[in-house]
Nanobody, 124 residues
Framework: QVQLVESGGGAVQAGGSLRLSCAAS????????MAWFRQAPVREREFVAS????????YYRDSVRGRFTISRDNAKNTVYLSMNSLMPDDTAVYYC?????????????????WGQGTQVTVSS
């Protein structure tokens, strides 16, 4: 069992930056691939970025590639999402998720554990 808690969300203007954190308790994160998803009002949840257990592989949705960076610190049981050049379309609740075992990086169905989410609001 893994409990995930996101933090770092907030309100920023377009072009600004935020860094989200996802802290895990329970079992250590080193055995889990991790990801960030987001969901905006009246939109379905969508994949944002994911990272392998060692951190050696990262995957991004096209619209955030080059602006967002996913990273992890297994010693601290924490995963991060650094977001730069934020745009109003990035406004959403951002969720952290953990996938044990076999893993499809961009598929929400691969992820067993989810956090409660943190709100990111980008104004124009």
């Amino acid at each position: 069992q893994v409990q995930l808690v996101e933090s770092g969300g907030g309100a920023v203007q377009a072009g600004g930056s935020l860094r989200l954190s996802c802290a895990a308790s329970g079992r250590g994160l080193s055995n889990y691939a991790m990801a960030w998803f987001r969901q905006a009002p009246v939109r379905e949840r969508e994949f944002v970025a994911s990272i392998s257990t060692s951190g050696g592989l990262q995957y991004y949705r096209d619209s955030v590639r080059g602006r967002f960076t996913i990273s992890r610190d297994n010693a601290k049981n924490t995963v991060y999402l650094s977001m730069n050049s934020l745009m109003p379309d990035d406004t959403a609740v951002y969720y952290c998720a953990a996938a044990p075992g076999s893993w499809t990086p961009r598929s929400a169905g691969s992820y067993t554990y989810w956090g409660q989410g943190t709100q990111v609001t980008v104004s124009s």
